[in-house]
Each structure stands twice: as structure tokens, then as C-alpha cells.
């Protein structure tokens, strides 16, 4: 039988099928996997099930010369924590869960949309505090979302779905950056440049892959060229932003506000951040629902059992 490891604790489901199909070791934890453990987990299972934090990185490739594992099985569509390039010169494939977690995705990406424009987070913390006066016509003016002009980084799957719930309900007008133009079931402008785009929209939104390639693609320069009224939202990967810029530009009020979900260097969050009334802060909450998160595991196991059975995978990702 297949020797499996999964390498953080899972929705009891997919732990279930997974003992049924394989053989099974489970690291029943929530804390990231060390070095050490990834070294030896190369050399000890057939297929691995990891998930975000476990930086399978190229050094971890180098330090096991002839590893045993043959598919990396991510719990995830974001694979930038697995050198997916390293781990091909390996032998091993790697694949990932899209679909399963856009919906969700875009869902997180609106509550984030509307908690910064309305100012949601700053007004529950005044009530929690016992700080509230009453209500007043000029009590914490926001953004008036409905109607406003919506910017998107990436226009994939997360991008398009949450262009169709801006666009369908709430009347936006969208336009997007993306490396090549995308059919949509209404009208929506590709810009070039992403400092135009930036500085046309009353709601910046990131929607790209983490990579080598997208890391600080979003500093000083498009926040400069941002409206003053204009918010920002990440829910793509925390090092897609240049996380001192938006410090600056949030500290300086150059920009309305922010909302995030995702952190350059996550857990950790800068105190200057936490400090700021103007930006919302999730605790990466994207797709932190309990049928979502077993359809994520139920397609990487679907991945592994691709594998097993000698047929093409349904996600590869190299």
C-alpha cells in the first residue's frame, strides 16, 4: 500500500478516506513542518500531502539525493512554499486544488472589499470598547462601494469570480491587469500598465499567484498613483505586496485603507500595521470553511490517487 504523509491536521473526512486509501501517517499538528522533518519525509514516503508554510524549498531537494517521494499533493491552489522547478529535476511531480477554493476565495475577498470601505473593523472595535456615542449623520463616513470602479490584479479564476460579484451585485465598473485579455460575461477593460490602472480606481484588488516574478509587485509606485479615496484588498500572497510601502501609504493616509488576509512575512504581523485604525487585518481566512476546506483535501487526494493509479493527474501544477 501507498505510503502516505499528511503533514497538518485535516477535516476529519478526508483523513477518514485518506486511512481507507492508503497507508497512513498523520501529523495531526498545526504548526509548519522543520527542515529536518521535510528531509526525512522525502526519504521515507511515496507521496506527500502538504500545505501552505511547508517550504519544500530547493535546498530541501538538494539534501536528499535520491528520494523516495514521487508526488508533492498540495493542500492548496498557491504552491510558491514547493520549488516546483527543484522538485521536477527530483522526479517528483507536483499538484495543487484550484477550483476548489475560488468561490471561497472571492467570497473573502468582498467581506474585505466592504469591511474597509464601510469601515467595519474600526467601528466594532469602538462598540467593543464601550466607546460609541450614538449615532450621528457624520459618524465614520466610508466608501460608498455600489457603483465604484473595481481594479484586479490577476484576472484568473479568483480574479473573475470576484469581478462577477462586484460587477452583478454591486453595479462596479471593472477593469483588470493581466498578461493576456479574458473573455467575460460583461464588459471589463484590460490595462497594461499597472500604475494606470491603479491610479483609475476608487478599489485596487490583488488576485495574482505568489511567485518570484509577482514578489513586491505591488509598492510605492502604484500606491502613489492611487486616488487618495481608493482602498486596497490582498487576498493573493502576502510578498505580492510590498508590505513597508502599504505601512507608508496607510501611515500617511495617501491611500483610504486597506484590507488584508495575507501578510508578507505571516504569522507575523507588523505592529505598525496592527497599530493602523485605516487597514482591516484577517488571519488568512480565505478559504476557512468546512466544506471548502474538505473539497480541498478531497481533490488532493483525488491528485494521489491519480498517481497510484498510473493515470494522467488532474491538477498537475509541473
Known amino acids: 500500500m501507498t505510503k502516505l504523509l499528511i503533514t497538518r491536521n485535516l477535516p476529519e473526512s478526508v483523513i477518514a478516506k485518506a486511512r481507507a486509501d492508503f497507508d497512513l501517517t498523520y501529523r495531526d499538528r498545526t504548526d509548519v513542518m522543520s527542515q529536518a522533518e521535510m ?8 507521496v506527500i500531502l502538504p500545505t501552505l508554510g511547508d517550504l519544500y524549498s530547493a535546498e530541501i531537494f538538494e539534501a536528499v539525493p535520491a528520494p523516495r517521494t514521487k508526488l508533492l499533493a498540495n493542500f492548496g491552489v498557491g504552491f510558491n512554499h514547493i520549488d516546483a522547478a527543484a522538485a521536477r529535476a527530483k522526479g517528483i511531480a507536483v499538484s495543487n486544488t484550484p477550483g476548489a ?3 471561497a476565495t472571492a467570497d473573502t475577498a468582498l467581506t474585505l472589499m466592504l469591511m474597509s470601505a464601510r469601515r467595519a473593523g474600526e467601528g466594532e472595535r469602538l462598540v467593543r470598547a464601550g466607546d460609541w456615542q450614538g ?17 484586479i490584479v490577476g484576472m484568473g479564476r479568483i480574479g473573475q469570480a470576484i469581478a462577477k460579484r462586484a460587477h452583478f451585485g454591486f453595479d462596479m465598473q471593472v477593469s483588470y491587469f493581466s498578461r493576456s485579455p479574458k473573455d467575460l460575461p460583461f464588459e471589463a477593460q484590460q490595462v497594461d500598465d499597472l500604475a494606470t490602472l491603479a491610479a483609475q480606481v476608487d478599489m485596487l484588488v490583488a488576485a495574482v499567484p505568489g511567485s518570484p516574478e ?8 502604484v500606491f502613489d498613483a ?23 501609504a496607510l501611515q500617511g493616509n495617501t491611500i483610504g485603507g486597506a484590507g488584508l488576509d495575507v501578510y508578507e512575512h505571516e504569522p507575523q504581523v507588523p505592529d505598525a500595521l496592527r ?21 480541498m483535501g478531497m481533490m488532493a487526494l483525488a491528485n494521489l490517487q491519480a498517481f497510484v493509479d498510473g493515470a494522467p493527474l488532474p491538477n498537475p501544477v509541473n
Request: proline fraction near 4%; charge should be negative; charged fraction near 20%.
Open 39 to 46: 528531509i526525512a519525509s522525502l526519504q521515507d514516503y511515496d
Open 101 to 103: 477554493v475560488t468561490d
Open 135 to 151: 449615532w450621528h449623520p457624520v459618524q465614520m463616513l466610508g466608501l460608498h462601494m455600489t457603483g465604484k470602479h473595481l481594479g
Open 214 to 221: 509577482t514578489k513586491h509587485l505591488i509598492g510605492t509606485k
Open 226 to 248: 492611487m486616488p487618495s479615496h481608493a482602498h486596497f484588498i490582498n487576498i493573493s500572497r502576502g510578498d505580492v505586496v510590498d508590505e513597508a510601502a502599504l505601512i507608508t
Open 275 to 295: 497599530a493602523l485604525d485605516n487597514v482591516v487585518l484577517l488571519p488568512h481566512l480565505g478559504t476557512a470553511a468546512l466544506e471548502v476546506r474538505e473539497g
